[in-house]
Antibody, heavy 120, light 112 residues
Framework: EVQLVESGGALVQPGGSLRLSCAAS????????MHWVRQVPGKGLVWVSRINSDGSSTNYADSVKGRFTISRDNAKNTLYLQMNSLRAEDTAVYYCAREDPLRFFAFDIWGQGTMVTVSS | QSVLTQPPSVSGAPGQRVTISCTGS?????????VHWYQQFPGTAPKLLIYGNRNRPSGVPDRFSGSKSGTSASLAITGLQAEDEADYFCQSYDRSLSGSRVFGGGTKLTVL
């Protein structure tokens, strides 16, 4: 079964750090670009970051640039999001998603999400 | 606010047809980038509903259809069913925001 499973979400104080993980299974992880998307409960989806298949190229939303770092370990079939200098406005459910070039680069597989709460 | 604009809510009775619009600009939909649609039920992850403007993944009923024209796209749902009640999001790419994928704010569909 093709699957993405996020972990690492937690309650963290403002200014703190957290690393999210996304474990992939059921497909050749190293062939796909991957993304992080976040959602404040009850609100819309917001794209956060993307990484290409071999990890050599990354992009970030302006709201997280310089604070978040996306990376991947293709040997471990795992995507990461290192989040530093966290702010209250980073509070959200974080989803990892696979981008499928055969489906016009749509996000065809999503994880179940992991909740990040930034609060003192 | 979101780069792509969707109505916050739409509603329809069972069996009716509803449409959800997604309005962008010349730097995203109007530039020719594809539009994708996602369906999300409360407490669950989004699910791909329409990709490449008008294509349905296997398992998605043909009651769901997508179209695109100019700087806008639309999702149509015919023969509305109670289980269609969910949030719907459009998504595209914006060339003015490096590497950026963009989403609409989402539309809550209520089946009356």
């Amino acid at each position: 079964e093709v699957q993405l499973v996020e972990s690492g979400g937690a309650l963290v104080q403002p200014g703190g750090s957290l690393r999210l993980s996304c474990a992939a299974s059921g497909f050749t992880f190293s062939n796909y670009w991957m993304h992080w998307v976040r959602q404040v409960p009850g609100k819309g989806l917001v794209w956060v970051s993307r990484i290409n298949s071999d990890g050599s190229s990354t992009n970030y939303a302006d709201s997280v640039k310089g604070r978040f770092t996306i990376s991947r370990d293709n040997a471990k079939n795992t995507l990461y999001l290192q989040m530093n200098s966290l702010r209250a406005e980073d509070t959200a459910v974080y989803y990892c998603a696979r981008e499928d070039p055969l489906r016009f680069f749509a996000f065809d597989i999503w994880g179940q999400g992991t909740m990040v709460t930034v609060s003192s | 606010q979101s780069v792509l604009t969707q109505p916050p809510s739409v509603s329809g009775a069972p069996g009716q047809r509803v449409t959800i619009s997604c309005t962008g600009s010349s730097s995203n939909i109007g530039a020719g980038y594809d539009v994708h649609w996602y369906q999300q039920f409360p407490g669950t992850a989004p699910k791909l509903l329409i990709y490449g403007n008008r294509n349905r993944p296997s398992g998605v009923p043909d009651r769901f259809s997508g179209s695109k024209s100019g700087t806008s796209a639309s999702l149509a749902i015919t023969g509305l069913q109670a289980e269609d009640e969910a949030d719907y999001f459009c998504q595209s790419y914006d060339r003015s925001l490096s590497g950026s994928r963009v989403f609409g704010g989402g539309t809550k569909l209520t089946v009356l």
